[in-house]
Nanobody, 121 residues
Framework: QVQLVESGGGLVQPGGSLRLSCAAS????????MGWFRQTPGKERELVTI???????TYADAVKSRFTISRDNAKNTVYLQMNSLKPEDTAVYYC???????????????WGKGTLVTVSS
């Protein structure tokens, strides 16, 4: 129906930068919002940032001024620019999208499989 594929994770030193990408595909009529969550073992999944189709954004307090979310509507892709990375940013980052499907249509909430970000110290 709708698939999300993340890329761009990896190993980076504290203070470094990474850029994550998430591409949506499938039976898509429109995307209402896309965003990023993250999770570490033993912790609950937490919101990192979300951007809507009106370009309004929200950020978790822990990443404000360091992370920036953006989207390319023509490519159904969202990006997460992560600067000044800290060891506590280490987590699996999951892409999320609220999508109106083309066939029925209905609104669905889709998740990617995640990409690992490791900030060494």
């Amino acid at each position: 129906q709708v698939q999300l594929v993340e890329s761009g994770g990896g190993l980076v030193q504290p203070g470094g930068s990474l850029r994550l990408s998430c591409a949506a595909s499938g039976s898509i009529f429109s995307i209402n919002a896309m965003g990023w969550f993250r999770q570490t073992p033993g912790k609950e999944r937490e919101l990192v940032t979300i951007i809507t189709n009106r370009s309004t954004t929200t950020y978790a307090d822990a990443v404000k001024s360091r992370f920036t979310i953006s989207r390319d509507n023509a490519k159904n892709t969202v990006y997460l620019q992560m600067n000044s990375l800290k060891p506590e940013d280490t987590a699996v980052y999951y892409c999320n999208a609220q999508v109106t499907t083309a066939r029925l249509p209905v609104t669905v909430n889709a998740w990617g499989k995640g990409t690992l970000v490791t900030v060494s110290s």
